[in-house]
Each structure stands twice: as C-alpha cells, then as structure tokens.
C-alpha cells in the first residue's frame, strides 16, 4: 500500500475542512459537517477502490462511460441554478455528474487505446477525438467551461503515453487554436466577461464591480495573509468587506487558504499537490500493465490542470472558469470522485503487473 499517497490524501483534506470552517466564520455557516460526511465517504470508497484489483473495470468502462453520460444528460431535466444545469438533486442531495464523467471518460479511453495502434496514424486520432468531443459538448451546454477544458489535456497525454506521434498531437493542437476564434462569439455574455475582465485586470484602484470583482477580492485575501497568515499572527480585519468573496469555499478556496496561513500555508499546499502529483507519476512509470499506466496518466493530467488552472484563476494568471481545488474544495461530488481517483492510483501501486496486451509505449517516437 503506498502509504505517502494516502498520507498526502489525507493531509489536503484536512487543509480543505479547517478552510472551509474559515469560510464557515465569516459567512455563520455551518458547511465543514457536511463537507466532513463526505470526506468520510470519500475515505471508504478510496478503500474499496484500492481492494480489487484496478483491471475489473476495463471489462466495464465503456458501460461506466455510457452510464457517465447518462447522468450528464439527465442534468438538463433538473431546474437550473444560477443560470446553470450542473446538478442532479435527489431530495436533499445533489450529485454533478461532471466530476464522475473525467474519471469515466480516462477509464473508457484507456480500454480503448490498449487494444489498437491505430491511433499511430493521424486518421486514427478520429475516434479518441470523438469520445472526448461528446463529454465536452455536453458539460459546455451546461454551462462549465472549467470542467470542459480538462479533457483536451487528459486526451493529449494519454494518446502520447500511449504511443501517438508527437507531430500528429502537434497538428492536432495546431488546429485546435486555430478554431478557437470560431467558438468565442458562441460563449455566453458571462463567459465572455469572465475573460474580458481577465485581459483587462488592472491592480490598485477602485473595487470593480463586474466580474472583475472576484478576482479583486481574491488578491485582496491572499494580500492579507501575508507570510505567516491571520491563524498565527491574529491580524484578522475587522473590515466585513474584505471577506465578501463570492465561492469562497469552493472556487476560491486556495485564496481562504492564503489569508488564513499566508504564503506559507499556500506554498506547503501546493508543495502537497506536487508530491502527490509527482508520486502518481512514478506510479504510471513503474507500472508494467498497459491499462493501468494510461489510467495514472490520465488521473495525474486531470489533478494537473485542475490544480494549475484553480490556482492561477486565484491570483489572475488565468481567466476565471469556477473549477474547484481537488480534495480541498467544499462539494461532496467533487471530494468522492477525488477519493475514488486516488484509490485507483493506490490500486496499481500494488499491483504492478504485467504486459498482457501487445506491446505499447514502445513505439519510436
């Protein structure tokens, strides 16, 4: 059992429950017991995941992906909130089926690149573009353009992982820049203003009073953290306004985590994250198995991008698109899938494994 994966695992969740009990001052909630019910769930499932072994769910993951999708579509018959059809509610629970979707989709694409070479050729690239296409589309129709631009970089290293060209992924990106103009009069006006604000941020000065507003917010808490942050120091400000951040808790969690233990709180978070990133890296290298290494490859992209686009969001490196801090975040879906991830990792740890299909990640490049 790698037992440094579960210690990180646990230690994050423990900086996602005491800052979100800062959240819980400042706004007189009380989020941190529901957050702790899921984290307890979130714990079993990481076990019960670890205790098979990983490559029973090859022989299911096209279902799990249909069944994925499914619950995606079925977000659209549920009444919106805040503009947005993200949630399926079940009387007092609320499940997004986008968070279940990545770890279906990384399941469903690595079964598929196992068992063919095909995608060595550009015209091969067609199908792995089409299951990532679906997913996107549809959490895009939601709308959640932080959950959507996980996929492409999920896709892109587990094709190269797999043995793709380099010179078609290169195309392929290429390409795919080059549309980008195409879709930007088909985003909403809140999307647009999102990057709008982004591009036009301007430090110091009046408070916006746009989008840009979060963002001003944010930079103000991480201000005020300083090194040492308010928990060790006591410099708290009594000035309401400063702890008027929209999403505290779940968007802008790192900035809760910046002003409560300052740069030093924030740097030892993310010092955790590249542990734990780096650890299921090295799992996806001493795997033997074909399955399981594409699986830890697509988990370690997806806790990647999220970490790096959450982050960057915080201090305005890049636009604002509400994707939540892996295991940090408040939201129970985000923390189950989380620990379901992890326990797959844990899973192919100990089971190293053998070839068994061909010969793979092989191929000159």
């Avoid at 103000?220 to 009594?238: P, V, Y």
């Avoid at 808790?249 to 030093?264: A, N, P």
């Avoid at 594409?294 to 970490?307: F, K, N, P, R, Y």
């Avoid at 989380?338 to 797959?344: E, F, P, R, T």
Wanted: charged share 15%.
């Amino acid at each position: 059992m790698p037992w440094h994966v579960v210690m990180l695992y646990l230690a994050l969740l423990c900086i996602g429950l005491s800052s979100i009990a800062r959240c819980d001052e400042w706004l007189d909630t009380d989020k941190v017991s529901q957050q702790g019910k899921w984290a307890v769930l979130s714990g079993i499932l990481l076990i019960l995941t670890t205790l098979p072994s990983y490559r029973i769910f090859c022989r299911w993951s096209y279902l799990l992906f249909a069944l994925a999708l499914t619950l995606l579509l079925l977000v659209f018959l549920n009444p919106s909130t805040n503009g947005a059809h993200r949630w399926i509610r079940l009387g007092s629970i609320s499940m997004q089926p986008s968070e279940f979707v990545k770890l279906a989709y990384i399941l469903a694409l690595a079964r598929y690149l196992i068992y063919r070479n095909n995608y060595r050729r550009l015209t091969g690239l067609i199908i792995p573009f089409i299951l990532t296409l679906i997913p996107t589309a549809l959490i895009l129709k939601e709308p959640d353009l932080g959950t959507a631009l996980i996929f492409l970089p999920v896709l892109f290293t587990m094709m190269f992982a797999a043995g793709a060209k380099l010179r078609h992924l290169a195309i392929i990106g290429v390409a795919i820049l080059m549309v980008c103009p195409i879709a930007w009069p088909h985003l909403n006006i809140e999307q647009r203003s999102r990057i709008t604000s982004w591009a036009n941020q301007v430090d110091g000065g009046d408070q916006p009073r746009n989008h840009g507003y979060q963002l001003h917010q944010s930079k103000m808490m991480l201000s005020m953290g300083g090194l040492w942050g308010s928990w060790w120091t006591g410099n708290s400000t009594d000035d309401p306004k400063a702890y008027r951040l929209p999403e505290a808790r779940t968007d802008f969690i790192f900035s809760v985590i910046g002003e409560r233990w300052g740069v030093i709180g924030a740097s030892s978070t993310l010092l955790l994250f590249i542990i734990l990133i780096w650890s299921g890296l090295n799992i996806a290298i001493t795997t033997q198995e074909s399955f399981g290494r594409l699986i830890a490859v697509g988990i370690v992209t997806t806790l990647s991008t999220q970490v790096i686009i959450n982050t960057g969001m915080t201090v305005g490196l890049v636009p604002i698109t509400g994707l939540t801090l892996p295991l940090v975040s408040y939201g129970g879906s985000s923390l189950v899938a989380s620990g379901i991830a992890v326990g797959l990792l844990c899973s192919i740890r100990i089971r190293p494994g053998y070839e068994i299909v061909g010969e793979p990640f092989r191929f000159p490049r």
